[in-house]
């Protein structure tokens, strides 16, 4: 099943377009009061010309600050990894890479599949969602947005390229480090959480735990400056 493209671990905003006016705004992030943003912005000289000169306007709106954001998040594009160079014929896996690259398509590439290693959608991944009453916010997920029970406690799958830079990991950033994600999928039985048809059993050994970290360290690109 596809999904279409979305943002934010609950899918909460469909385009990038939207997704500034979120992390602008929210207090747990800048907090920032769009009108006094334009207000400060519009002030600035070197923001009109350059608004003037991106879209022909003679006063920012935060319409055109989010669409400024949203072509310059588009400029973040991550390439020129050891697994993008493999699949363009210019390289190889070593062994243990490649070894790792087996376990991976077997346990994890039906929710990170290739090239950006998400599907898009949202599972529920077996972690406990076991909180206090304080965080249980927390447990709701993609429930939040399409109020229905089934998608409680799933989270958007997250991309697995450039792992090194995204740590702690899962939407609460309840693991450190990949050894702790990867001791949390090793032998998960996932028939008891909230049914995921993709997925019901993951298990392998340490063997091939240090080959899959080996594989996903395959996944660090570059980016396009
Ligand atoms: C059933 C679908 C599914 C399978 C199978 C799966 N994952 Fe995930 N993965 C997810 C989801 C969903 C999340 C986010 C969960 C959350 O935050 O609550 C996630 C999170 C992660 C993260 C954290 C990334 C970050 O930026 O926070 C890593 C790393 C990861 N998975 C690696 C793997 C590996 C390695 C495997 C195979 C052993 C695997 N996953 C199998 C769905 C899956």
Redesign the pocket.
């Known amino acids: 099943m596809a999904w279409a493209e979305s943002f934010f671990?609950d899918g909460g905003v469909k385009n990038l377009e939207s997704l500034s006016f979120a992390a602008l705004s929210s207090p747990d992030e800048m907090g920032v009061d769009l009108e006094e943003l334009c207000l400060g912005l519009n002030q600035d000289k070197t923001y009109t010309s350059a608004f003037k000169q991106a879209f022909d306007v003679d006063s920012i709106s935060s319409a055109y600050i989010s669409r400024a954001l949203a072509q310059y998040m588009r400029t973040l594009v991550s390439y020129d990894s050891r697994y993008d160079s493999v699949q363009l014929g210019l390289s190889q896996f070593s062994d243990r890479q490649l070894h790792g690259h087996n376990v991976?398509v077997k346990?994890?590439a039906?929710?990170?599949p290739p090239p950006l290693f998400t599907d898009n959608g949202f599972?529920h991944?077996g972690?406990s969602q076991k909180y206090t009453a304080h965080h249980l916010y927390l447990t709701t997920g993609r429930f939040r947005i399409t109020r229905d029970s089934i998608d409680l406690g799933k989270?958007?799958?997250?991309s697995?390229r450039n792992?090194s830079r995204?740590a702690p990991?899962?939407?609460d950033g309840r693991f450190e480090d990949?050894d702790e994600?990867?001791n949390h999928?090793q032998n998960l039985d996932l028939k008891n959480q909230n049914q995921?048809i993709?997925?019901t059993h993951?298990e392998f050994s340490d063997v091939d735990k240090n080959a899959?970290k080996a594989f996903?360290k395959t996944l660090e690109g570059g980016t396009i400056d």
């Open positions: 671990w991976f346990n994890c039906s929710c990170h599972h991944n972690i989270y958007k799958t997250p697995l792992l995204t990991y899962m939407h990949l994600v990867l999928y995921d993709l997925v993951i899959l996903l």
